[in-house]
T-cell receptor
Framework: LAKTTQPISMDSYEGQEVNITCSHN???????ITWYQQFPSQGPRFIIQ???TKVTNEVASLFIPADRKSSTLSLPRVSLSDTAVYYC???????????FGAGTTVTVRA | NAGVTQTPKFRVLKTGQSMTLLCAQD?????MYWYRQDPGMGLRLIHY???????AKGEVPDGYNVSRLKKQNFLLGLESAAPSQTSVYFC???????????FGSGTRLTVV
């Protein structure tokens, strides 16, 4: 299973763009990159997934360079409600056990 | 759909007591998981199941037992609770061959 490294914490202000980079140097050919968001007192929820290049949905964008050894989750124009822990996971569809790690705590201030 | 439902939501136990946490999912997912989350830490996998009647150990299985008698239910048991088991417990499920986990809302357990 590919190991991931992401910053422990990031601070931002409302209206700014937040970019969280996750390193996964030993990503395998069949691995996808998935990001989860966890609010206090709630379970994590899926926000975006990608394999290569760029993926965008209503919540975030995910940028994956050609070598796939890292990925960047981009949260546009954050608000106070985006304060959460964000987890980067790497694994294949047939991986039944993935490690969540400590995640990145994003704090958005007014 | 309810998704993943955990009961109870809160519980206080005395050291040495036993209890069972119930996780139920209505999405027909094959895989189910129990995690614990401690302050400032990520999710650590306790046990998991890849199908009815099968279970396996995760990263921190000691002190816990699990059972998956029905596909939709995954039970987590504490035979003799210890203060070190004070934590928030999350259940999750995933379809075989899929990438996305669906989590329950958690059970906050305090052992005094």
């Amino acid at each position: 299973l590919a190991k991931t490294t992401q910053p422990i914490s990031m601070d931002s202000y409302e209206g700014q763009e937040v970019n969280i980079t996750c390193s996964h140097n030993n990503i395998a050919t069949n691995d996808y990159i998935t990001w989860y968001q966890q609010f206090p007192s709630q379970g994590p929820r899926f926000i975006i997934q990608g394999y290569k290049t760029k993926v965008t949905n209503e919540v975030a964008s995910l940028f994956i360079p050609a070598d796939r050894k890292s990925s960047t989750l981009s949260l546009p124009r954050v608000s106070l409600s985006d304060t959460a822990v964000y987890y980067c996971l790497v694994g294949a569809s047939n991986d039944y056990k993935l490690s969540f790690g400590a995640g990145t705590t994003v704090t958005v201030r007014a | 759909n309810a998704g993943v439902t955990q009961t109870p939501k809160f519980r206080v136990l005395k050291t040495g007591q036993s209890m069972t946490l119930l996780c139920a999912q209505d999405m027909n997912h094959e895989y189910m998981y129990w995690y614990r989350q401690d302050p400032g830490m990520g999710l650590r996998l306790i046990h998991y199941s890849v199908g009815e009647g099968t279970t396996a150990k995760g990263e921190v299985p000691d002190g816990y037992n699990v059972s998956r008698l029905k596909k939709q239910n995954f039970l987590l048991g504490l035979e003799s609770a210890a203060p070190s088991q004070t934590s928030v417990y999350f259940c999750a499920s995933k379809v075989a061959g899929g990438h996305g986990y669906t989590f329950g809302s958690g059970t906050r357990l305090t052992v005094v």
